[in-house]
Protein backbone atom coordinates (compact mmCIF):
# COMPACT_ATOMS: atom_id res chain seq x y z
CA UNK A 1 0.00 0.00 0.00
CA UNK A 2 1.44 3.76 -1.00
CA UNK A 3 2.06 5.59 2.05
CA UNK A 4 0.11 8.98 2.07
CA UNK A 5 -0.26 11.42 4.71
CA UNK A 6 -4.15 9.62 4.91
CA UNK A 7 -2.94 6.41 5.65
CA UNK A 8 -0.17 7.63 8.36
CA UNK A 9 -3.14 8.04 10.48
CA UNK A 10 -2.25 6.28 13.68
CA UNK A 11 -5.47 3.66 14.71
CA UNK A 12 -6.63 2.83 18.04
CA UNK A 13 -4.90 -0.38 18.34
CA UNK A 14 -3.83 -1.71 21.77
CA UNK A 15 -0.21 -0.31 22.08
CA UNK A 16 0.10 1.97 20.01
CA UNK A 17 -0.30 6.48 20.29
CA UNK A 18 -2.96 7.99 19.27
CA UNK A 19 -2.07 11.29 17.58
CA UNK A 20 -4.60 14.66 18.57
CA UNK A 21 -7.82 14.21 16.37
CA UNK A 22 -8.36 17.50 14.36
CA UNK A 23 -12.15 18.56 14.73
CA UNK A 24 -14.72 17.23 12.20
CA UNK A 25 -15.93 19.15 9.47
CA UNK A 26 -19.48 20.27 9.03
CA UNK A 27 -19.39 18.87 6.05
CA UNK A 28 -17.50 14.80 5.78
CA UNK A 29 -15.12 15.51 3.36
CA UNK A 30 -15.53 13.64 -0.07
CA UNK A 31 -12.68 10.34 0.30
CA UNK A 32 -10.93 9.62 -3.06
CA UNK A 33 -10.76 5.74 -4.10
CA UNK A 34 -7.55 5.69 -2.77
CA UNK A 35 -8.22 7.08 0.55
CA UNK A 36 -11.09 4.89 0.50
CA UNK A 37 -8.65 1.64 -0.07
CA UNK A 38 -6.17 3.02 2.84
CA UNK A 39 -8.50 2.90 4.96
CA UNK A 40 -10.48 -0.40 4.18
CA UNK A 41 -6.57 -1.89 4.98
CA UNK A 42 -6.56 -0.30 7.63
CA UNK A 43 -9.22 -1.16 9.33
CA UNK A 44 -9.23 -4.80 8.29
CA UNK A 45 -5.96 -4.89 10.90
CA UNK A 46 -8.54 -5.40 13.34
CA UNK A 47 -11.61 -5.59 11.50
CA UNK A 48 -12.94 -8.45 9.67
CA UNK A 49 -16.33 -9.55 7.20
CA UNK A 50 -18.66 -11.48 9.27
CA UNK A 51 -17.94 -15.56 7.62
CA UNK A 52 -20.96 -16.83 6.12
CA UNK A 53 -21.26 -19.80 8.21
CA UNK A 54 -20.79 -19.87 12.19
CA UNK A 55 -18.35 -22.55 14.30
CA UNK A 56 -20.15 -25.99 14.38
CA UNK A 57 -22.26 -25.43 11.40
CA UNK A 58 -20.45 -28.28 9.45
CA UNK A 59 -22.58 -30.44 11.63
CA UNK A 60 -26.26 -28.94 11.07
CA UNK A 61 -28.56 -30.70 9.18
CA UNK A 62 -31.60 -29.70 7.69
CA UNK A 63 -33.73 -31.40 9.87
CA UNK A 64 -31.57 -30.08 12.85
CA UNK A 65 -32.36 -26.61 12.33
CA UNK A 66 -36.12 -27.23 11.62
CA UNK A 67 -36.96 -28.77 14.57
CA UNK A 68 -34.22 -26.04 16.63
CA UNK A 69 -36.46 -23.33 14.90
CA UNK A 70 -39.53 -24.79 15.86
CA UNK A 71 -38.00 -24.97 19.69
CA UNK A 72 -36.70 -21.42 19.64
CA UNK A 73 -40.71 -20.34 19.23
CA UNK A 74 -42.11 -23.26 21.37
CA UNK A 75 -43.69 -21.76 24.38
CA UNK A 76 -44.22 -25.31 25.84
CA UNK A 77 -41.09 -24.50 27.36
CA UNK A 78 -41.73 -22.17 29.50
CA UNK A 79 -43.61 -23.41 33.11
CA UNK A 80 -47.14 -21.68 32.06
CA UNK A 81 -46.75 -21.88 28.40
CA UNK A 82 -46.38 -18.04 28.28
CA UNK A 83 -43.06 -17.36 26.75
CA UNK A 84 -40.16 -18.88 24.21
CA UNK A 85 -36.56 -17.94 23.42
CA UNK A 86 -38.00 -15.38 21.33
CA UNK A 87 -39.51 -13.67 23.46
CA UNK A 88 -36.36 -12.07 24.39
CA UNK A 89 -34.20 -12.83 21.75
CA UNK A 90 -36.63 -11.66 19.24
CA UNK A 91 -35.85 -12.35 15.57
CA UNK A 92 -39.50 -12.25 13.96
CA UNK A 93 -40.72 -9.23 12.24
CA UNK A 94 -37.37 -7.73 11.23
CA UNK A 95 -36.14 -6.92 14.98
CA UNK A 96 -32.49 -7.65 16.08
CA UNK A 97 -32.67 -10.54 18.05
CA UNK A 98 -33.39 -8.82 21.23
CA UNK A 99 -36.78 -7.36 23.03
CA UNK A 100 -35.60 -3.77 23.26
CA UNK A 101 -36.55 -3.75 27.09
CA UNK A 102 -34.40 -2.69 29.56
CA UNK A 103 -34.45 -5.88 31.51
CA UNK A 104 -36.82 -8.94 30.57
CA UNK A 105 -39.61 -10.55 31.75
CA UNK A 106 -40.63 -14.22 32.57
CA UNK A 107 -42.95 -16.69 32.66
CA UNK A 108 -44.69 -15.08 35.57
CA UNK A 109 -43.39 -11.21 35.23
CA UNK A 110 -40.82 -11.32 37.02
CA UNK A 111 -37.16 -9.36 35.61
CA UNK A 112 -33.84 -9.93 35.52
CA UNK A 113 -30.90 -7.35 36.23
CA UNK A 114 -29.29 -7.55 33.08
CA UNK A 115 -30.46 -6.58 29.27
CA UNK A 116 -30.79 -9.49 26.98
CA UNK A 117 -28.23 -10.21 24.37
CA UNK A 118 -28.99 -10.50 21.05
CA UNK A 119 -28.61 -14.16 19.54
CA UNK A 120 -28.06 -12.43 16.13
CA UNK A 121 -24.20 -13.64 15.22
CA UNK A 122 -23.71 -14.85 18.46
CA UNK A 123 -22.07 -18.03 17.56
CA UNK A 124 -19.46 -16.27 16.70
CA UNK A 125 -18.55 -14.93 20.02
CA UNK A 126 -16.04 -16.27 22.86
CA UNK A 127 -18.76 -17.52 25.13
CA UNK A 128 -22.10 -16.81 25.68
CA UNK A 129 -23.89 -14.37 28.55
CA UNK A 130 -22.80 -11.18 29.36
CA UNK A 131 -20.33 -12.63 32.27
CA UNK A 132 -19.03 -15.89 29.62
CA UNK A 133 -20.60 -18.29 31.88
CA UNK A 134 -21.80 -20.53 28.84
CA UNK A 135 -19.04 -21.63 26.72
CA UNK A 136 -20.80 -22.03 23.76
CA UNK A 137 -24.87 -21.78 22.54
CA UNK A 138 -25.49 -25.20 22.85
CA UNK A 139 -24.65 -24.77 26.55
CA UNK A 140 -26.43 -21.32 26.87
CA UNK A 141 -29.57 -22.75 25.30
CA UNK A 142 -30.15 -25.08 28.57
CA UNK A 143 -29.76 -22.33 30.98
CA UNK A 144 -32.97 -19.64 30.66
CA UNK A 145 -35.39 -22.84 30.67
CA UNK A 146 -34.72 -24.14 33.72
CA UNK A 147 -33.98 -20.72 35.31
CA UNK A 148 -36.52 -19.87 37.76
CA UNK A 149 -36.81 -15.87 36.98
CA UNK A 150 -37.20 -16.92 33.05
CA UNK A 151 -39.11 -19.60 31.93
CA UNK A 152 -39.13 -21.55 34.77
CA UNK A 153 -39.58 -24.78 33.97
CA UNK A 154 -38.81 -27.16 37.49
CA UNK A 155 -37.01 -29.54 35.91
CA UNK A 156 -35.67 -31.48 32.29
CA UNK A 157 -37.96 -34.45 33.03
CA UNK A 158 -40.68 -32.17 33.23
CA UNK A 159 -39.53 -30.58 29.88
CA UNK A 160 -38.65 -33.40 28.40
CA UNK A 161 -42.46 -35.00 29.09
CA UNK A 162 -44.57 -32.10 27.63
CA UNK A 163 -42.54 -32.88 24.41
CA UNK A 164 -42.95 -36.23 24.34
CA UNK A 165 -46.93 -35.98 24.92
CA UNK A 166 -47.06 -33.06 21.71
CA UNK A 167 -48.15 -34.89 18.67
CA UNK A 168 -45.31 -33.60 16.38
CA UNK A 169 -42.33 -33.51 18.20
CA UNK A 170 -41.20 -37.29 18.68
CA UNK A 171 -40.83 -37.82 15.10
CA UNK A 172 -39.36 -34.29 14.80
CA UNK A 173 -36.46 -35.34 17.34
CA UNK A 174 -36.18 -38.65 15.45
CA UNK A 175 -35.74 -36.93 12.21
CA UNK A 176 -33.40 -34.65 13.71
CA UNK A 177 -31.05 -37.42 15.48
CA UNK A 178 -31.78 -40.24 13.38
CA UNK A 179 -28.82 -42.62 14.48
CA UNK A 180 -30.08 -42.24 18.40
CA UNK A 181 -32.65 -44.44 19.78
CA UNK A 182 -34.08 -42.44 22.37
CA UNK A 183 -33.31 -39.14 20.78
CA UNK A 184 -35.91 -36.86 23.03
CA UNK A 185 -33.64 -35.45 25.59
CA UNK A 186 -32.34 -31.89 26.70
CA UNK A 187 -28.99 -32.55 25.46
CA UNK A 188 -30.41 -33.32 21.86
CA UNK A 189 -32.99 -30.10 22.85
CA UNK A 190 -30.18 -27.53 23.05
CA UNK A 191 -28.41 -28.99 20.23
CA UNK A 192 -31.34 -28.08 18.14
CA UNK A 193 -31.47 -24.47 19.05
CA UNK A 194 -27.92 -23.97 18.91
CA UNK A 195 -28.39 -25.00 14.78
CA UNK A 196 -30.97 -23.00 14.28
CA UNK A 197 -29.25 -20.10 15.82
CA UNK A 198 -26.21 -20.86 14.15
CA UNK A 199 -28.40 -19.59 10.67
CA UNK A 200 -28.34 -16.15 12.20
CA UNK A 201 -25.72 -14.65 10.19
CA UNK A 202 -26.22 -11.00 9.27
CA UNK A 203 -25.18 -9.10 6.01
CA UNK A 204 -24.41 -5.45 6.45
CA UNK A 205 -23.33 -2.64 4.28
CA UNK A 206 -19.65 -2.07 5.98
CA UNK A 207 -18.48 -5.96 5.13
CA UNK A 208 -19.59 -4.56 1.47
CA UNK A 209 -17.28 -2.22 2.16
CA UNK A 210 -14.37 -4.89 3.66
CA UNK A 211 -14.94 -6.71 0.61
CA UNK A 212 -13.95 -4.45 -1.83
CA UNK A 213 -16.76 -1.84 -2.51
CA UNK A 214 -15.74 1.76 -2.60
CA UNK A 215 -19.64 2.94 -2.88
CA UNK A 216 -21.19 0.79 -0.03
CA UNK A 217 -20.90 3.55 2.60
CA UNK A 218 -21.53 7.27 2.42
CA UNK A 219 -19.07 10.07 3.04
CA UNK A 220 -20.51 10.35 6.64
CA UNK A 221 -20.19 7.16 7.51
CA UNK A 222 -16.62 6.75 6.25
CA UNK A 223 -15.70 9.77 8.79
CA UNK A 224 -17.29 7.57 11.39
CA UNK A 225 -15.41 4.73 10.73
CA UNK A 226 -12.30 7.30 10.67
CA UNK A 227 -13.46 7.97 14.29
CA UNK A 228 -13.84 5.08 15.44
CA UNK A 229 -10.48 3.62 14.65
CA UNK A 230 -9.14 6.76 15.58
CA UNK A 231 -10.73 7.48 19.22
CA UNK A 232 -9.44 3.95 20.30
CA UNK A 233 -12.87 1.84 19.38
CA UNK A 234 -10.99 -1.32 18.24
CA UNK A 235 -8.99 -1.35 21.24
CA UNK A 236 -12.09 -3.76 22.53
CA UNK A 237 -14.57 -3.63 19.58
CA UNK A 238 -12.18 -6.36 17.35
CA UNK A 239 -12.88 -9.11 14.79
CA UNK A 240 -15.70 -10.05 13.16
CA UNK A 241 -18.19 -9.64 15.52
CA UNK A 242 -16.45 -6.11 16.31
CA UNK A 243 -16.94 -7.15 19.85
CA UNK A 244 -17.87 -10.80 21.40
CA UNK A 245 -14.12 -11.46 21.51
CA UNK A 246 -12.93 -10.49 24.80
CA UNK A 247 -13.76 -9.50 28.48
CA UNK A 248 -13.55 -6.00 29.66
CA UNK A 249 -14.06 -3.41 32.53
CA UNK A 250 -16.85 -1.34 32.70
CA UNK A 251 -15.71 1.88 33.43
CA UNK A 252 -11.51 1.67 32.63
CA UNK A 253 -11.51 5.63 33.29
CA UNK A 254 -14.60 6.26 34.80
CA UNK A 255 -16.66 4.43 36.49
CA UNK A 256 -19.93 3.20 35.50
CA UNK A 257 -23.09 3.93 37.66
CA UNK A 258 -23.98 0.31 38.76
CA UNK A 259 -21.69 -1.31 41.38
CA UNK A 260 -24.10 -3.47 42.50
CA UNK A 261 -23.47 -5.95 39.47
CA UNK A 262 -19.67 -7.40 39.49
CA UNK A 263 -19.89 -9.25 36.39
CA UNK A 264 -17.52 -11.77 35.52
CA UNK A 265 -16.10 -11.78 38.88
CA UNK A 266 -19.07 -13.54 40.11
CA UNK A 267 -18.47 -16.47 38.08
CA UNK A 268 -14.59 -16.62 38.64
CA UNK A 269 -14.45 -15.21 42.33
CA UNK A 270 -11.28 -13.18 41.10
CA UNK A 271 -11.14 -9.71 42.22
CA UNK A 272 -9.40 -8.61 39.06
CA UNK A 273 -12.64 -9.77 37.27
CA UNK A 274 -14.79 -7.14 38.48
CA UNK A 275 -16.71 -5.24 36.64
CA UNK A 276 -15.85 -6.87 33.71
CA UNK A 277 -18.19 -8.12 30.79
CA UNK A 278 -18.02 -10.10 27.70
CA UNK A 279 -17.64 -6.79 24.96
CA UNK A 280 -20.69 -6.61 22.78
CA UNK A 281 -20.66 -6.93 19.28
CA UNK A 282 -21.51 -3.76 17.39
CA UNK A 283 -23.10 -5.78 14.47
CA UNK A 284 -26.79 -4.44 14.41
CA UNK A 285 -26.38 -1.98 17.37
CA UNK A 286 -28.69 0.14 16.13
CA UNK A 287 -31.45 -2.61 16.37
CA UNK A 288 -30.68 -3.05 20.01
CA UNK A 289 -31.27 -0.10 22.64
CA UNK A 290 -31.26 -0.06 24.79
CA UNK A 291 -27.45 -0.40 25.68
CA UNK A 292 -25.29 -2.06 28.28
CA UNK A 293 -25.01 -4.95 30.75
CA UNK A 294 -28.00 -3.26 32.26
CA UNK A 295 -29.90 -1.64 29.84
CA UNK A 296 -29.11 1.85 31.67
CA UNK A 297 -28.53 3.64 28.08
CA UNK A 298 -31.36 4.53 25.82
CA UNK A 299 -29.72 6.16 23.26
CA UNK A 300 -26.61 4.99 20.59
CA UNK A 301 -25.43 8.66 20.53
CA UNK A 302 -25.47 8.84 24.18
CA UNK A 303 -23.74 4.85 24.70
CA UNK A 304 -21.47 6.22 22.03
CA UNK A 305 -20.38 9.55 24.52
CA UNK A 306 -20.72 7.69 27.65
CA UNK A 307 -18.28 4.41 26.24
CA UNK A 308 -15.74 7.28 25.10
CA UNK A 309 -15.08 8.96 28.59
CA UNK A 310 -15.67 5.90 30.56
CA UNK A 311 -13.44 3.52 28.71
CA UNK A 312 -11.24 6.19 26.96
CA UNK A 313 -11.37 9.48 29.34
CA UNK A 314 -12.24 11.41 26.16
CA UNK A 315 -15.00 13.83 25.27
CA UNK A 316 -16.50 13.89 22.13
CA UNK A 317 -17.62 16.49 19.98
CA UNK A 318 -21.68 16.44 19.19
CA UNK A 319 -20.06 15.95 15.08
CA UNK A 320 -17.81 13.11 15.65
CA UNK A 321 -20.54 11.12 17.56
CA UNK A 322 -22.93 11.96 14.89
CA UNK A 323 -20.47 10.18 12.54
CA UNK A 324 -19.25 7.19 14.75
CA UNK A 325 -23.27 6.63 15.04
CA UNK A 326 -23.71 6.72 11.25
CA UNK A 327 -21.19 4.57 10.80
CA UNK A 328 -21.87 1.80 13.47
CA UNK A 329 -25.77 2.28 11.63
CA UNK A 330 -23.88 0.59 8.41
CA UNK A 331 -23.63 -2.51 10.62
CA UNK A 332 -27.38 -2.90 10.25
CA UNK A 333 -28.78 -5.99 8.49
CA UNK A 334 -29.88 -5.49 5.24
CA UNK A 335 -32.75 -8.29 5.63
CA UNK A 336 -33.45 -6.27 9.12
CA UNK A 337 -35.83 -3.07 9.91
CA UNK A 338 -33.78 -0.01 9.02
CA UNK A 339 -32.24 1.61 11.69
CA UNK A 340 -33.88 4.81 13.17
Not at 123 to 150: M, T, Y
Not at 188 to 199: P, Q, S, W, Y
Not at 295 to 321: N, P
Request: with cysteine; aromatic share 8%; net charge negative.
Amino acid sequence: MKTTAFSLLIFGIAGTVIPSITPSRSAPPQLTQQEKQELRETAKVVLAPLPDKMPGSENDTPARIALGKNLYFETKLSKNGSISCNSCHRVDAGLGGVDNASVSSGAFSETGDRNAPTVLNAGFHLSQFWDGRAASLVEQAKGPILNPIEMAMPDETIVLSRLNADSEYPALFRKAFPDQGSPVTYQNLAEAIAAFERTLVTHDRFDDFLKGDNEALSALELQGLLKFTQYGCTTCHTGPAIGGAIYQKVGLVHPYENFNDVGREKITKDEEDRYKFKVPSLRNIALTAPYFHDGGVASLEFAVRKMAYMQLGLEISTEDTHAIVAFLKSLTDKERVPAK
